[in-house]
């Protein structure tokens, strides 16, 4: 169960990727405090948007669902722009989205290591671009990234995924120094393993491996890092900035 934020009622965060795994426990948890959300997601199901509804009922907040590829930075100018012309107040962004690619450096294609950073950096880059500029005039906003342990341990097999993570997390510290003055400030999370498809992904024997050498001995949850998004999306967090925060299960 999640602490109380009264301070997030009402406000309106806008999540990348949240139709499955961390994103839609951070959009479900998000709603739960009373927060309105833009869900950017590149397809939906009749299951996602009825699940929207009971949210929305549930917790008497508005659900808006913005579709985007965000392979294509065209589709996602064309969606900020919507969002903009709809005139909604983004408080709170949290980059999301990301693609996963195992595969040893000489093993990883330069087409594929083009794929992973077009979605896991520049789309994140360029929604960012556009949110920034709309917070600037407020002088105040949220901004978390979801970078990986493989952006910091640098994990054998991870040459695509573990560079773009890296990528977001030097953005992070990088936009916390010059959005400060702004009042915006910038934190990352850094899951370890955690139960979703990407796990399922993995060679079960590499899963166990690193299971095995942190100190909890198990897996993540998606809840768990739901529950630290929103922590650092409310004035509780609101001395930490530009920081990359682990959670791993003592990895």
């Known amino acids: 169960m999640a602490s109380n934020y009264s301070d997030l009622r009402g406000k309106t965060a806008l999540i990348t ?3 499955r795994g ?3 426990d951070i959009l479900t948890k998000l ?6 959300i833009v869900a950017c997601i590149r397809t939906a199901s009749d299951e996602f948007s009825a699940y929207l509804n009971t949210l ?3 917790y008497n907040v508005s659900i808006e669902v913005v579709f985007v590829d965000l392979s294509n930075p065209e589709s996602i100018t064309f969606a900020m722009r919507e969002i903009f012309q709809k005139k909604i107040q983004i408080d709170i962004l949290i980059n999301n989205a990301g693609v996963a690619f195992g595969g ?3 093993m990883t294609s330069m087409a594929k290591l083009r794929e992973v950073f077009e979605i896991n950096f520049f789309s994140q880059v360029q929604i960012t671009q556009y949110v920034v500029k709309w917070m600037r005039k407020r002088g105040c906003g949220v901004i978390i990234n979801m970078a990986s342990i493989a952006g910091i341990d640098g994990m054998e097999g991870f040459t695509a995924y573990g ?3 890296a ?3 030097y953005l992070t510290k990088m936009l916390s120094k010059e959005l400060a003055a702004s009042g915006i400030r910038v934190n990352a999370v850094a899951p370890g393993l955690i139960n979703t498809e990407l796990v399922k992904q993995l060679d079960n024997k590499a899963v166990d491996k690193m299971v095995g050498q942190s100190s909890l001995r ?3 949850t998606p809840d768990e890092i739901a529950e630290l998004v929103v922590f650092l999306s409310s004035d509780s967090s609101r001395f930490i900035d530009g920081q990359v925060i682990r959670i791993d299960g003592g990895m």
């Open 17 to 19: 990727g949240c139709n």
């Open 22 to 24: 961390i994103g839609k």
């Open 31 to 36: 709603a739960s405090q009373g927060v309105n």
């Open 56 to 58: 929305c009922e549930n």
């Open 104 to 106: 040893l450096f000489s």
């Open 163 to 165: 560079s773009s993570k």
């Open 167 to 169: 990528a977001m997390i």
């Open 218 to 220: 198990r897996l993540g």
